[in-house]
């Protein structure tokens, strides 16, 4: 027993997804490529708020975009029909999360030539997409009203590895016991330089000013 090897695959894996993300970031930024994972528990609300904030940024920037499930290809197909952008669907073979190595080969696929912003809309899972590196500048988390104020108790890597938090649903709040100060406090304690948009995707409230922000990101690391 004494003798008994111990791996610790985890660690070792992580490690080398970290490793490919870091080059992942490395080469988007020579190309020039703004990178953002948006990351959210199922049915939050991540696609439609994609297709409203696309149609914004479509604008301005030249928009890609990765969308990312374990099987089903309705949410590319929504994305596609309802902007008209570069869209992709990746499939995970049953896994949770994207890590680095399915990330590239999704942005390889894409094609990141001519573009200014990729955003990959990532499994809907609040827990593992956390812990994998995806070579992204911006992670962008969404937290739906009816979900609850609680969250970031719960899940506290994902409100810790965010930088940009959405409020989606904002038009239910009089229906839910979700106080925005609270969620905010809350985030904040884990992350103090975290970014907030409370927005109703579906009235089209506040997306203007999360489009806004983004522009002035993607501008910022292009410079
Ligand atoms: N009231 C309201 N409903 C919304 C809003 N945004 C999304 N929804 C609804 O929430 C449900 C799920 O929205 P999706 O955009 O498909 O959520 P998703 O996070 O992409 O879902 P998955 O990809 O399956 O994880 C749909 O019925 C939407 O109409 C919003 O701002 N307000
Ligand atoms: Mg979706
Ligand atoms: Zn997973």
Known sequence: MENMRIIKV??????????????????????????????SSPGSGKTTLLVNLINKLKKELRVGVIEADMDAVVDAHTIEDAT????????????????????????ACLGEEGLDLVIL???????????????????????????????PLKYPLMFTKGNTFVFTKMDTVSVFDFDVEVAKERILKLNPKAKFFP????????????????????KNYQK
């Open 10 to 39: 985890k660690q070792s894996v992580l490690a080398n997804n970290d490793a490919r993300a870091e080059s992942l970031r490395q080469h988007l930024k020579e190309k020039g490529v703004y990178f953002i994972n948006l990351m």
């Open 84 to 107: 008209g952008v570069r869209t992709i669907q990746l499939h995970t073979s049953g896994e949770c999360h994207l890590d680095a190595k399915m990330t590239s080969e999704g942005i």
């Open 199 to 218: 927005v109703s995707a579906k009235k089209d409230v506040g997306v203007d000013e999360l489009a806004s922000y983004i522009v002035s990101c993607v």
């Open 121 to 151: 809309e990532n499994i809907g899972n609040l827990v593992c997409p956390a812990e994998f590196d995806t070579g992204a500048t911006m992670n962008l988390v969404i937290l739906s009203v009816p979900e609850g104020d609680d969250k």
